[in-house]
């Protein structure tokens, strides 16, 4: 594996949350940081594969490329969301809205420092799994636990893609009908879990990562220990995104912090539909 393209990936959320900043001054709305945010995943991603093929000739290295089309195929989703999600809603996001009335000296200082600058991190080891993947010098054809971890892996980020994307249209559709303010969304995916989507989103990395995992093991020569060591370090990708949607930006924003409390059939929401994974909803008490 070429370790020098471990530190080349950087320059991709570096440089697309470089260029998300003045457009978040520009418009007034920080939450347009998750377009650098999407971008920076994407880019990491063709740095990555365009240095390996450039420098190595892997241009038709199965695992590499099917996971680099993963992340774009993400990506443009994502980005897609978030521009109507922009045109829908055009207001700043309310976490960062908070920010943007607490924050009354030193603003934009602040904003760098808590939002933009640990964004670059939280991309480079979430995307950490595609960063390995194609660092490696895949010289030798895919062997059989090779395929099937691509087929494994593949299909969990396809049933991941479809959840986010379903779950994400019909929460859009909700929102835009007037005669839905101040309701729950409780149909469709959104009656299996309170929050298909952030599920959808984590399934899809966690299908990246047994794409990836592949290359930790035995695939010929060369191969070292410091190689399958770094692949099973880039489980901390997957895990990281996971405990950030479950414990910390994702779900406790939506719930604890009161944002949909008092709305209309909410207590019953919480006690009959699953949190994240998908499941059959319960009885109410």
Do not use: C
């Amino acid at each position: 594996m070429d370790l020098s393209i471990l530190g080349w990936a950087l320059l991709g959320p570096i440089a697309s949350l470089i260029l998300a900043f003045p457009i978040t001054v520009i418009l007034k709305d920080n939450s347009l940081v998750d377009l650098g945010w999407t971008l920076g995943f994407m880019s990491m991603a063709w740095i990555t594969y365009l240095f390996n093929g450039l420098r190595y000739g892997n241009w038709l290295a199965v695992r590499q490329l099917t996971i680099t089309i993963l992340v774009t195929v993400w990506g443009i989703r994502l980005f897609t969301h978030y521009i109507v999600r922009r045109v829908i809603r055009k207001v700043e996001d309310a976490r960062f809205a908070d920010y943007r009335k607490n924050w009354t000296k030193n603003f934009y200082l602040k904003t760098i420092l808590v939002i933009f600058l640990p964004q670059i991190f939280l991309v480079y080891i979430i995307g950490f799994p595609v960063v390995f993947a194609n660092s490696v010098i895949d010289v030798n054809p895919i062997n059989t636990l090779g395929i099937i971890f691509l087929i494994i892996g593949s299909i969990v980020w396809l049933e991941g893609f479809l959840i986010e994307t379903t779950s994400d249209i019909q929460l859009l559709r909700f929102r835009n009908n007037p005669e839905n303010r101040g309701k729950i969304l409780n149909t469709g995916l959104w009656k299996f879990s309170r929050h298909p989507n952030y599920f959808g989103e984590t399934e899809q990395w966690w299908g990246i990562f047994i794409i990836a995992i592949s290359y930790a093991f035995y695939n010929g020569s060369p191969f070292s220990v410091t190689h399958m060591v770094i692949g099973w370090v880039s489980i901390l990708g997957p895990f990281l995104l996971t405990f950030i949607l479950l414990k910390f930006s994702g779900i406790p924003t939506v719930e604890k912090e009161g944002i949909l409390a008092g709305r209309e059939g909410y207590k019953e929401f919480l006690e009959t539909t699953s949190a994240f994974i998908p499941w059959f909803p319960k009885r109410s008490k």
